[in-house]
């Protein structure tokens, strides 16, 4: 059974950063993909960033230039890099692996406080 645990979250001001971690069981390389998601209160789980094993990147619109996706490869992790927070940005944020089956962790909160 593959685990994925996030952490990094918290409550920032906005204008702040924070970064999130995600850690998989397994190496991050044997899933085709990992991708960040996040859902506020009353609204649709909507994807963050998404990064394939390849190390190609995609971002929804509202983050781009401001959330950044990498590899840790020495520490076996998927990061966001959140920068310029907006309070609009509040949300649970759930890290997935892509594989044959998807692997979803049990979310971390931020909260941009205007």
């Known amino acids: 059974q593959v685990q994925v645990v996030e952490s990094g979250g918290g409550l920032v001001q906005a204008g702040g950063s924070l970064r999130l971690s995600c850690a998989a069981s397994?190496?991050?390389?044997?899933?085709?993909?990992m991708g960040w998601y996040r859902q506020a209160p009353g609204k649709q789980r909507e994807v963050v960033a998404v990064i394939t094993k390849f190390g190609s990147t995609t971002y929804a619109d509202s983050v781009k230039g401001r959330f950044t996706i990498s590899r840790d490869n020495a520490k076996n992790t998927v990061n966001l890099q959140m920068n310029s927070l907006k309070p609009e940005d509040t949300a649970d944020y759930s890290c997935?692996?892509?594989?044959?089956?998807?692997?979803w962790g049990q979310g971390t909160q931020v909260t941009v406080s205007s």
């Open positions: 997935v692996a892509y594989g044959v089956t998807n692997y």
């Open positions: 397994g190496s991050i390389f044997s899933f085709n993909a």
